[in-house]
């Protein structure tokens, strides 16, 4: 086993010095391990370079296998240390950014707290990233839209409202509410987030189309860039607290709405460090913004 985790730590940071470092061995044996694994399986790997390893084609065709192993693994061993009675565990969520910031920080404050030997791992994402992560075993569960998933459980937690944001001296921020029509005029900046989008879903069941100029990955990048009046948007309430951009903050009519739950693949798939999190969650939803 230990071959598969050199192989999934070698692509993971895409070198083998990196990886060897990351995981106790010395470069000669992780090159070692990677040689023996090609050679049971026939199969050159990996391709070195100047630059890092990256995989062969034959590699990354084999690689989504080693990843399930590899995960698979690890929850074993997380299972392993639960019938001993440890209190320790892995957790791995997919999240986005404003739950990353407004949501997580006490969250794991608190529950740490109470289980200081937990290690939490989170990667940020979009809606798509989640449903194939759930799937796979990457995370034990995402923060969702469930209108945005399927084949997957979900829990929900709150909803929120989302505004339209513009540069403070635009002429829509002298109004109260904004239409949503009248956004379609303006450049609009999209929240890249896999194939469901909140604003874009209220804008097609009015039969609007927004006029799309930059799409971004990032909420705070959005705020900079409408700021410096490249165009507006629309973003979730949650990630527009505590911000200190000189921007203008509108409901739409009619309202865009964002729901909040947890998304994971089956109740008896996750660690018991997921399930005592996810309750801790739901226990405390009612104290988060």
Do not use: C
């Amino acid at each position: 086993m230990n071959r598969y985790l050199a192989l999934h730590k070698i692509v993971e940071l895409g070198s083998f010095t990196k990886a060897a470092k990351s995981l106790g061995y010395t470069q000669s044996a992780m090159s070692q391990m990677i040689s023996s694994l090609e050679n049971e399986l026939s199969i050159k790997l990996l391709i070195r370079s100047r630059t890092g390893a990256k995989l062969t084609i034959e590699g990354a065709e084999l690689y989504p296998y080693v990843q399930r192993l590899v995960y698979q693994y690890q929850a074993t061993q997380e299972k392993v240390n639960e019938i001993k009675g440890l209190e320790s565990g892995v957790i791995r969520i997919g999240t986005i950014s404003s739950v990353t910031t407004h949501w997580l920080p006490g969250l794991l404050k608190e529950f740490q707290k109470m289980y200081p030997g937990v290690e939490f791992v989170l990667h940020q994402g979009d809606y798509s990233l989640f449903q194939d992560w759930i799937k796979t075993g990457a995370v034990d569960f995402a923060f969702v839209n469930p209108a945005a998933i399927s084949g997957i459980e979900t829990i929900v937690l709150k909803e929120g409202a989302m505004f339209a944001i513009l540069p403070e001296n635009h002429p829509l921020a002298q109004k109260e509410t904004v239409p949503l029509e009248a956004l379609t005029a303006e450049p609009f900046i999209l929240l890249e987030e896999g194939h469901y989008s909140e604003p874009l879903e209220a804008f097609r069941a009015l039969g609007l189309t927004p006029n799309i100029r930059y799409t971004i990955h990032d909420d705070y990048a959005i705020m900079t860039m409408v700021e410096a009046g490249l165009g507006v948007s629309i973003l979730a309430e949650l990630v527009l607290q505590r911000t200190h951009y000189r921007l203008a903050l509108r409901p739409t009519v009619p309202a865009v709405k964002r729901t909040l739950a947890i998304g994971y693949r089956d109740k008896n798939s996750l660690s018991i460090a997921s399930k005592y999190f996810i309750d801790f969650i739901v226990e405390n939803i009612h104290k988060l913004p």
